[in-house]
């Protein structure tokens, strides 16, 4: 089995900063693309920043230049660094991960989700 577990939400006033992390752990061959995604109340899901194996990034328009995501592979996490946070930003957050597991069958592609961690950000 594989989890992905978040850590890092919390309070914090606008202006502030949050670094969130994700770390993946389980039966877990490779991981490949991981990313941020992100539910205010009575909104959709939506993806906020993505990285691939290689380190490759792509951002929602509405947290580019305030936002970093980050990989270390070597310990299977993907880090959120929230810069300049704004009262919009807040919502619950959840990682995912695309990762390759390997059974007696050959290896498959799995997309896992994290339980979310709450951001909220006071005006």
């Known amino acids: 089995q594989v989890q992905l577990v978040e850590s890092g939400g919390g309070l914090v006033q606008a202006g502030g900063s949050l670094r969130l992390s994700c770390a993946a752990s389980?039966?877990?061959?490779?991981?490949?693309?991981m990313g941020w995604h992100r539910q205010a109340p009575g909104k959709q899901r939506e993806l906020v920043a993505h990285?691939?194996?290689?380190?490759?990034?792509n951002y929602a328009d509405s947290v580019k230049g305030r936002f970093t995501i980050s990989r270390d592979n070597a310990k299977n996490t993907v880090y959120l660094q929230m810069n300049s946070l704004k009262p919009e930003d807040t919502a619950v957050y959840y990682c995912?991960?695309?990762?390759?597991?390997?059974?007696?069958?050959?290896?498959?592609?799995?997309?896992?989700w994290g339980k979310g961690t709450l951001v909220t950000v006071s005006s």
């Open positions: 995912n991960a695309d990762i390759t597991r390997q059974s007696v069958s050959g290896y498959r592609l799995y997309d896992y």
């Open positions: 389980g039966s877990i061959f490779s991981i490949n693309a």
């Open positions: 990285i691939t194996s290689g380190g490759s990034t």
